[in-house]
């Protein structure tokens, strides 16, 4: 094979990074554009179980889960904080002895606890509990795995944009053609409440900035730039945006309606159980409580979407009752959050492990770009290795898949740790980040800086109750000086937004209490969303500073000779400078 | 001689209390202590009036600008010359003989830094922070500490250096090996109140030590607010003379020590003033023909339900931060008497959609009559003998204007006045 094709592929979840990893290993020239973070999506807000197919209703779909559950271990296990959970099973649906049954058909490792044991394993159960089994699902970080595909594709030559959305796919006699990307992260100077007003240096004329220090680099502190736009010209196209596939095929002029489902899980702030931990039920429905940085999740409550523009989290209060059952702690836990990510399906699949991809040649006249439908975190590895099967065959390329036998990259392996002179300092007190732990999160190559929730995914800074209240703007301190101070303000501002964006979806009880008491701080306290100003002073000794800045907007310049300039400044003792020890 | 019950023991419940006692000096006053954990998420630092609608800077009177307010604003509701004795009141209790002496107060704005670089209009600040006035037109020098992450100095001095018309320099150092293992400011403004006691008050002087090579000329010196919690006017004293420079504090973090010290001098006026005082939870109350006669309460110490009679009762269980109002999935509640609520009741109109948007949820409470009742829909009293003061009162956004702390101060007094008065 003489050309290599280059291959596009949208969406940086847990999918699309899977189908970016499986091609370039094959050898392909890869881009992957994802226009937010990765896992920003569906990935970053599914409980992360990584099912063993114990819970499968068909024996088909637990081979294949058991399958890739297995190769999982095996290249990402470093990726696993939980390797089984309990499943706890009414006699209503199917007994204990039903189940263990049907897990012995399937070769599926488990063990039945009784009585003290139950206790032992895990105390929070209920006394009323008097048997239930063991099995190897596990939990699974989301947030490393996806970016552990990501680092093996850039490994393997892939490219990996994130920040980047796909702005125009152009058509040319019904095959793609230009693809215009448009790379926009946090930060930039239109993030900001005043783009247009540089902030004038107030300070003394004719001399350097007045906090300038001796010895201190000149270095100029890096901005972001806004809205670069670079087009590419890629063979094929991948659009794996999961919620977001209709959107990028209208890009392509395609016309496609599927159907969304929204996935509602609940956070709380404490840690109910230890293990994780399901309750069977029949068909497609899922009740595990499980631990996401430090805090107990419990899902999944799905709900069909009829509007992708106004998705809110669904009622998740008989979910919720159904765990106190078989957990009474999960009652006194406070609901913290409600997390709610949309993917889409077809009515052809049966459950969320199945996919189905449509290849846009044979149905829209479009050759060139196939979106993938359906998959869940379990199945990722091998949708991926047919999505490239199909495509390296569309280019007659025959090389095999070797992802299931290359292990995915740790991040500690792959991140030098940054030089650090105070690397204990703390910045999130809930979750014990320290400033090194951020920094770290930074220092990786795959990393947008001015993109807070990078460290977010990598970190869990801001998850769960704290909601980055208290730290958020203690965190975008880290790129500072290296960004200025109008980048450091556009990012913070961005990164509260996206905060808020997923909070406000359930105000009552103790969470509208939180954004009240956040909103007091950091309006009021920290008073952050202040446009830029320069403040002046018109009394007589200063007039010529003022008169000598670049006026030209009266409006942002403010007196401050105007306001309480303090108690009796002609009675303050004169410090006595002589005295001063140097 | 009448019993005066305040539910709510924050900063318009105090005041209520005190005010009351002050123009009824017979009467029995009981404050009950529903929040007292609140304290800690307040700076300590007062606004009347810091921003009006519309307007992006700070205004520079707040009592010039309540012509903009709507007639319904509580401030048009107390007139100006009630705000000014209420603002007298205040003043009073918190003067230079205080053990937590605000400023006395001019009819301007004061500007105060934050600790993101920016600049906070307020109207009462306590003297740890009266150096620090970005509007006092002196140089000044940040200190920020290595193991401390809650202000950046360079940013802070960097921002500020860039915007105000004189230097702003700053330092970062290290914390003194005593104070080096805490992460909560209040802990290590604990640590520097028992420093004191210790004839070497060796920890203060360290702290200084650390700091006073980086200093240049500037005349005066800021830090995050950690500067002690009872004994913060010693401590700040000590470093300011080992400094040879005025020291004034920058609000960090909750637990604040600014609101810490705020309680403190607070639960000491109420005391001294002769008003009895309880943590308590409220469990229901009784009325009859529309008049409130007991509340059932909790105390905090005990296990069994109390009834406390009174003849008057004043709600100031604050707003939705403090507990005074609560959302739920049909809409929004105050929880102890039922009263009528301004705001929208679905929880998807709460909300604006940006995080420091102008938010309705900031703008909840109760809706009164022209006494301060709690009013029904149609206007009238709910309660004859219940009056409503502070946060809890609805249809102003007291955060985006910067008002929470004079609305608590003018409608504590007011009301507590009036109702001494007339009871």
Known sequence: MGYTPHILVIGGGVIGTGIARDFAIRGLDVTLAERGTLTAGITGRCLGVLYSGARAQSDQLAQRLKHENEILHGI???????????????????????????????????????????????????????????????????????????????????????????????????????????????????????????????????????????????????????????????????????????????????????????????????????????????????????????????????????????????????????????????????????????????????????????????????????????????????????????????????????????????????????????????????????????????????????????VRIRTGVGRGGCKGSCCAHRLVMELYPEYDEKTIRASLQSFLDDLWTEQRGTLHGNQLKRAMQTYIFQKECLNLATPDVTYVSTSSEDEEHTTSEPSDSDEQRINIAAYDSGPSSTARERPVWGERQR | MSHIVVVGAGLSGSIAALSAKEHAPDADVTLLSTAPERYRYESGLLGVLGYTNGKDHPIESPLESFATLSETHPYRRIGEGAMRDGLAFFDNLFDAESSLSYSSGTEQNALVPTTVGNVRPVSRYPEANSAGLVSDQRPMHIVGFNELTHLDAEFVAECLDSTMPYDVDWSTVPLPDQLSEMTALAEIGRTLDTSLDDSQQQVCKDLAAAVRPELDIEPRV??????????????????????????????????????????????????????????????????????????????????????????????????????????????????????????????????????????????????????????????????????????????????????????????GYSVGKDIAERY
């Open chain 1, 76 to 454: 990402a296990g470093h990726c696993i904080n939980h390797d089984e959970s309990l499943l706890v099973t009414d006699n209503e649906d199917i007994s204990v002895d039903e189940l263990c049954q049907r897990l012995e058909q399937r070769s599926i490792s488990y063990d039945v606890l009784e009585g003290e044991e139950i206790d032992a394993t895990e105390p929070a159960l209920s006394d009323d509990i008097d048997r239930l089994i063991r099995v190897p699902d596990a939990s699974v970080n989301q947030f490393e795995l996806t970016i552990a595909n990501a680092r093996s594709a850039q490994r393997y030559g892939a490219e990996i944009l994130t920040q980047t959305e796909v702005t125009d796919i152009a058509v040319e006699d019904g095959t793609i053609d230009t693809v215009t990307l448009e790379y926009s992260p946090p930060g930039r100077a239109s993030d900001a409440l005043t783009p247009d007003e540089p902030v004038a240096d107030g300070g003394v004329p004719g001399s350097t900035s007045g906090g300038t220090m001796p010895g201190e680099t000149n270095d100029e502190p890096k901005q972001v730039e806004s809205g670069e736009t670079e087009e590419r010209d890629p063979d094929y196209i991948i659009n794996a945006a999961g919620g977001q596939v209709e959107a990028v095929a209208a890009v392509a002029g395609i016309n496609m309606t599927l159907e969304s489902r929204s996935e509602t899980t609940v956070c709380f702030d404490s840690k109910p159980v230890e293990t994780p931990l399901s309750r069977y039920r029949s068909g497609n429905q899922e009740a595990t409580m499980t631990t996401k940085q430090g805090t107990g999740v419990l899902g999944t409550v799905s709900k069909e979407v009829t509007d992708q523009t106004a998705v809110t989290p669904a009622n998740t209060k008989q979910l919720v009752d159904e765990m106190k059952a078989i957990v009474p702690a999960v009652g006194n836990a406070q609901q913290v959050q409600f997390s709610c990510g949309v993917r889409s399906t077809h009515p052809s699949l049966a459950n969320k492990h199945e996919y189905a991809l449509i290849d846009h040649g044979d149905r829209h006249n479009c050759w060139g770009m196939t979106t993938v439908v359906g998959g869940s975190l379990t199945t990722h590895r091998y949708i991926a290795e047919r999505v490239a099967n199909e495509v390296c065959a569309k280019f007659g390329i025959s090389r095999e898949c070797k992802t299931e036998s290359i292990s995915l990259p740790a991040t500690e392996e792959a991140v030098e740790a940054p030089d650090m002179s105070a690397p204990e300092s703390v910045i999130c007190e809930t979750h014990s980040v320290t400033r090194s732990d951020v920094q770290h999160a930074l220092a990786d190559d795959l990393v947008t800086e001015t993109d807070l929730n990078e």
């Open chain 2, 222 to 411: 800021g830090f995050p607010a950690m500067l002690g919690v009872e004994n913060h006017a010693a401590v700040r004293s000590e470093v300011a003379s080992s400094l040879h420079a005025e020291v004034f504090e920058i609000p960090a973090a909750e637990p604040h020590v600014g609101g810490l010290r705020l309680k403190r001098a607070l639960r000491t006026l109420v005391e001294e003033a002769g008003i009895e005082q309880a943590n308590v939870t409220v469990r229901e109350f009784d009325s009859e023909s529309g008049t409130i006669q007991s509340l059932s309460v909790h105390k905090e110490d005990t296990e069994e339900s109390t009834r406390i009679s009174g003849d008057v009762f004043v709600l100031a269980t604050g707003g939705v931060a403090a507990g005074g109002l609560v959302g739920t999935p049909t809409g929004v509640r105050e929880p102890i008497f039922d009263c009528s609520i301004t705001g929208p009741s679905k929880p998807s109109a709460w909300s604006d959609s940006q995080a420091l948007g102008d938010h309705p949820f900031a703008s909840f409470g109760v809706d009164v009559t022209a006494e301060f009742q709690p009013a029904s829909p149609s206007g009238e009293a709910t309660y004859e003998n219940l009056h409503a003061v502070g946060t809890v009162l609805g249809g102003h956004n007291a955060v985006q204007e910067e008002s929470r702390g004079g609305v608590a101060i003018a409608t």
